[in-house]
Each structure stands twice: as structure tokens, then as C-alpha cells.
């Protein structure tokens, strides 16, 4: 077992080694020339980063918190920290003004108030209580009504698991591999008759007699294709407007959310059949062709064309559903050409898709990569990859190093990649170390090399979190220290939980994932949590402060740890127990703009 303060201190040598001396109270000056006068101005790139253990005097005050609600301290208290942009009053529905430091959201906070999901757009935001219903809130959400009444439930009795937000749309994925649509706006959510009718559960007996009446529109979306006996949709994954879902069979399959959907090949596919608006039944053949492959001028021209398969004439824009519209396409469609690949996770970024097999952990992609975003290298030129292409992430190490990529997470124009990479020397036991790799627009410094560049082509390892050790004083050797949750922000910013390797020494679902919460890149809107703005090119801790107050929450860890405890009960947001002595474990997720830190229900 490994005492608490022999881990830091092993984490504060190992981060000091990397850093180099001297570096963790130093920050690098940039001169800039100004005009043609040759005037040249000294600009920091960023406040110092402190590498090592954060003192309390390091920390910015709490007063900027405007008088916020202290962390619950009960033993079943379970507070949800929120901070950063607060414009569409998302992460504090009754205040108006950012939050610098991490505040508890009364609203999501209470005795045995566990999530299974939580997610930020850019206008409005959604979660998933511990029964499986899905809340949504926020200025985008309620429209021109107030918004000072926080959650509202929408989606009811369908025992959802993960919910993706788009602009217009809300993507939920129950327990049983359902996916469902609905919107992301309030005023279209009343029922219709097209509404699907009240579901008879053979785990309710109540609903035989009474079933429950849905009190949301929404659409079942259903793949294209059947599935095998006993397969079913694992995950999904939303970007700006294309979705894709994985199956527990490792089939990849993917869904326009609007007529955008493949503008840069990210989709994966082009000709999908779409409901028309006359009636559900009628199908009209669209092809999402992206606009750079049929124009130089494409940023100019509609982002389809719609073909008719009988007359092979262009049939009027309003055969197809509108963009806004959840019925705009209610089918799912396995990509051609991952046929035949088990695919171990399927990720979408902004404009583009990330595949990793399931068995040599390699990765794919296609769509937009103008920023380098592909990370298929800089005399790859192309700025869109319509078909899934390999990224040889094997390029950055010596011959002789097996490489394996374990996890994938895309936000933005960003992608981030989780790499184990085993080196073999003759006469010595094989040295495994964990590196975390980033490519794409690092413009805000959300690379996490200690570098704004604005494209970058070629993986780049994101320092502070990686290759790092620890020393394991049963075995009396080093391990590695992984990279074990990441989230990317749409807006530039990333956060990472760190920790021990896993005793399997493979990630899985159900692996814990308590760890140090590091955060790096876009900082405009206080979303890092340091209380300041300026941006930051390279991981830094999370200051422990404003977290203090909390049930076992120690101030001398000077950084937040995540944690998994046992709680005596746990409810759902309407109050009613759902559980009884359950694991809970602390989730970081980077939203819109901003960062919550939320209590979910372990698997």
C-alpha cells in the first residue's frame, strides 16, 4: 500500500525531473515584433505553473466566489463543483457572472446525489440522475422563459447511461443499448402524434396496468442494418453535426445530425436515405458529399445534394426534414469501410471521427484536418480524410518500442491519444511507460507542450502527464502513472485525472479512475479553475482550496484528488433512493467553456 504523502512526494520529485531545475516557479518570456519600428514588447506566455505541491498562499482567494454555498460536509453529502463560463446561466442558473474558482451547483449537490452523465453545450447543458432520467437547464434549453428554475426533467423511465449534446439535439443512450433523440430546446419538446407510445417494461408490473405516458417528444434512433442476437449500441458520440454509435460487436456506425454532417468527410459515408416531412414513411435519397471534394469554392455552396434514385433529377430542399428537426434522420448506418474491424472505441471531435481497434489498439481517422488534427504527420497536406486512414502514432519512438494506444478523446479541433509504449532490451525485463499525445489546433495552448502552436500535425507528448513513475514499495520497483480519465473541451481547454496503473495493467470500463486532476490550455473564461484568465500551454494541478469544507477532503493534498467512496444511499434527482451502499466516484468533465467536477454512480 502506498501512504498519501509518499505518493506526492514521489509525484512532486517525478514532476520536478521533468520539468527540469528551477523550472516550476519560472515562466518563458516571448518577444514579439511590432509593426515595422522594430518595437518589441516582452509578453509571458503564461503565470508561473507550479510543478510542484501548491501552497495555500498560492491560491487564489474565495471571496471572488461572490459569497458561494461551502462544500457540504455530511458522510452521504455529495457536492457537484462547477466553474468557468457561466453566459447561458448553465453551471449557476440563478447568477449571472463567471465563476473563477470551483463553487458547489446546489442544484446537483445533496444527500446520495450521484449522476450517471453530466454534459455542457454551448447554450445549455444536461445531465443524467442515478434513476436514468435526463434534466436539461440553461438559456438555450428554456428560451425566452426564465431559466432560474435549474434541471427540468425530459426524458423519463428510459434507464439512460450517457447522454451527447448538439446544437440542436440531445443524443441518450440507455442501459439496454437504445439510443434516443430529442430536442435541445424546450418550446419543441411538446408531445405529438407522433410521439411514440407508453413502453410496457417487464421489470415494472406496474406498467402493464398503467404505463407511463412519455411527457417529451422524442424518436427512437434505430441502426440501418440489424443487429446480431445479443448485440447491442455500448456508446455514442457526438460532434458538431455527425454522431456515431459503437456496438458491443466492435460495428461502427454513424448519423447526420444536419445537412453539415459530412462537410469535411467526417461522416464516413455519403448516401443516406432521410425521412421526408410529407410523411414517415416516405424516404428521399440524400448524398453528403463533402464541399471541398467537388469545389474550390465550397465554402460557398449548400453542404448536400439531394438525388432522386428513379428520375436521378434534384427533387426540392423541403422533401427532407429540417436541420432542427429530431426526425431529420432517424437511422443509424454502419461506415463501409470499417466493415470487418473490431472497432474498441469510436470517438467523434468537432469535424472529424477517431476509431481504435480493439485488439492492436490502432487508430483511424477521417474528416477535417486543416489543424493537423488527423496526426497523420506534416507532409500529409490534405485538409479533409474522407476515408478512415491509419495514424502511425509508432513514429515517435525508437525501434524497438511496441506501442498500443489504449484511449482516445476528441474535443474541438483537438484529439488526444493514450499510449502505452513497451521497449525491450536484451538482458533486461521489458520497460513499460504511459504517454498521453496531443495534435491539432494548440493556438490556446491545449497541446500541453508549453507551446501556442496553431496546427500541429505530428502527435505531440503532452508533458507533466507524461511518462511518469512511481515507486511501488511492495515490489520495490517503478510503475507507471497513467493518464486514467480525459476530457476535451469543444473550446480548447483539457482535463486530465492521473493515477496508478491498474493491477491488470490494462484500462477497462470498470477501472477506478481516482486520480490528480491536472488542466491545461484555454483559460478566457476562468475554466481552469485558477481564478485568473491567462491561458496555460501545459498541465497544472488543480488548487485542493475551494474544495476544502468537504467530507474528507484533506488541505494539505494542496492539489484535488479524486476520490471513490462508499455512500449509504444514493437518489436520484426527484429525491426517491435509488440504491443503497453504493460506490461513488469523483468524475471531471470539460464542458463549453467550463469544468465540473460531479459525483457519478460506479459501474
Not at 480525459?486 to 496508478?500: E, F, L, R
Not at 478566457?524 to 485568473?532: A, I, K, V
Not at 484535488?560 to 444514493?570: A, D, W
Request: proline residues 6%; glycine residues 8%.
Amino acid at each position: 500500500m502506498f501512504t498519501r504523502t509518499a505518493r506526492l512526494a514521489t509525484l512532486r520529485r517525478t514532476f520536478s525531473t521533468q520539468a527540469g531545475r528551477g523550472y516550476a516557479r519560472r515562466s518563458l518570456p516571448l518577444i514579439i515584433a511590432v509593426g515595422t519600428t522594430g518595437l518589441a514588447a516582452a509578453l509571458a506566455l503564461s503565470p508561473p505553473l507550479y510543478a510542484d505541491i501548491l501552497e495555500k498562499g498560492d491560491v487564489p482567494s474565495k471571496r471572488s466566489l461572490k459569497g458561494a454555498a461551502p462544500p457540504s460536509t455530511g458522510k452521504d453529502e455529495l457536492d457537484t463543483f462547477v466553474w468557468g463560463s457561466n453566459k447561458s446561466h448553465t453551471i449557476s442558473p440563478n447568477d449571472s457572472y463567471d465563476s473563477k474558482l470551483p463553487t458547489p451547483l446546489s442544484k446537483l449537490s445533496g444527500v446520495g446525489m450521484a449522476l450517471r452523465d453530466l454534459a455542457f453545450h454551448e447554450k445549455y447543458a444536461a445531465c443524467v440522475d442515478a434513476s436514468g432520467n435526463v434534466y436539461q437547464w440553461g438559456d438555450g434549453f428554456f428560451g425566452e422563459t426564465s431559466s432560474s428554475d435549474g434541471p427540468i426533467l425530459t426524458l423519463k423511465g428510459k434507464n439512460i447511461i450517457q447522454v451527447c449534446l448538439s446544437n440542436s439535439k440531445v443524443y441518450a443512450l440507455s442501459k439496454t443499448g437504445r439510443v434516443y433523440a430529442l430536442s435541445a430546446r424546450k418550446a419543441s419538446q411538446a408531445v405529438t402524434s407522433e410521439t411514440p407510445a407508453a413502453e410496457v417494461s417487464w421489470l415494472n408490473p406496474l406498467s402493464w396496468v398503467r404505463p407511463e405516458q412519455p411527457n417529451v417528444d422524442f424518436i427512437e434512433v434505430l441502426p440501418d442494418s440489424a443487429l446480431q442476437r445479443g448485440e447491442s449500441i455500448v456508446s455514442i458520440s457526438a460532434g458538431r453535426s455527425h454522431l456515431l454509435a459503437l456496438t458491443s460487436s466492435g460495428r461502427a456506425f454513424a448519423a447526420p445530425i444536419s445537412s453539415s454532417a459530412n462537410s469535411h468527410g467526417q461522416l464516413g459515408l455519403r448516401k443516406i436515405k432521410l425521412p421526408s416531412p410529407a410523411s414517415l414513411t416516405s424516404i428521399t435519397e440524400v448524398e453528403f458529399e463533402p464541399k471541398a471534394a467537388r469545389s474550390p469554392f465550397a465554402k460557398s455552396e449548400p453542404a448536400i445534394r439531394i438525388v432522386n434514385a428513379t428520375t436521378q433529377t434534384a427533387p426540392a430542399p423541403n422533401e427532407t426534414q429540417v436541420d432542427d428537426s429530431i426526425r431529420y434522420c432517424d437511422k443509424l448506418f454502419e461506415i463501409p469501410s470499417l466493415k470487418g474491424i473490431h472497432i474498441g472505441q469510436l470517438v467523434a471531435g468537432d469535424r472529424a471521427s477517431y476509431a481504435r481497434t480493439k485488439s492492436e489498439g490502432r487508430v483511424l481517422a477521417w474528416g477535417a484536418n486543416e489543424y493537423g488534427q488527423m496526426g497523420l504527420g506534416p507532409a500529409f497536406t490534405l485538409q479533409y480524410v474522407t476515408v478512415p486512414t491509419e495514424i502511425v502514432l509508432s513514429r515517435g519512438y525508437p525501434s524497438g518500442t511496441t506501442t498500443e494506444c489504449t484511449n482516445i478523446a476528441a474535443g474541438g479541433d483537438m484529439v488526444y491519444f493514450t499510449i502505452e509504449n513497451t521497449k525491450t532490451i536484451p538482458g533486461q525485463s521489458p520497460s513499460l511507460t504511459v504517454d498521453l499525445l496531443a495534435a491539432g489546433m494548440g493556438q490556446f495552448g491545449s497541446l500541453g507542450n508549453n507551446m501556442y502552436t496553431q496546427s500541429q500535425a505530428s502527435p505531440v507528448r503532452v508533458r507533466n502527464v507524461s511518462g511518469l513513475k512511481e515507486y511501488d514499495e511492495a515490489t520495490q520497483t517503478t510503475r507507471p502513472l497513467v493518464p486514467k480519465a480525459i476530457s476535451a473541451s469543444p473550446t480548447n481547454h483539457a482535463v486530465v485525472v492521473v493515477g496508478s496503473e491498474d493491477s491488470n495493467g490494462k484500462h477497462n470500463k470498470n477501472a477506478s479512475r481516482t486520480g490528480d486532476v491536472m488542466l491545461w490550455g484555454c483559460n478566457t473564461e476562468y475554466q481552469l479553475g485558477l481564478g485568473r484568465r491567462s491561458n496555460v500551454p501545459m498541465p497544472t494541478p488543480l488548487p485542493v482550496e475551494p474544495f476544502v469544507g468537504g467530507f474528507d477532503v484533506d488541505p494539505t493534498w494542496g492539489r484535488l484528488l479524486t476520490r471513490q467512496r462508499q455512500v449509504s444511499v444514493v437518489r436520484d434527482l426527484e429525491g426517491n433512493t435509488v440504491g443503497k451502499n453504493k460506490a461513488v466516484e469523483q468524475t471531471v468533465v470539460a464542458g463549453w467553456g467550463c469544468t465540473a467536477v460531479y459525483w457519478k454512480v460506479a459501474s
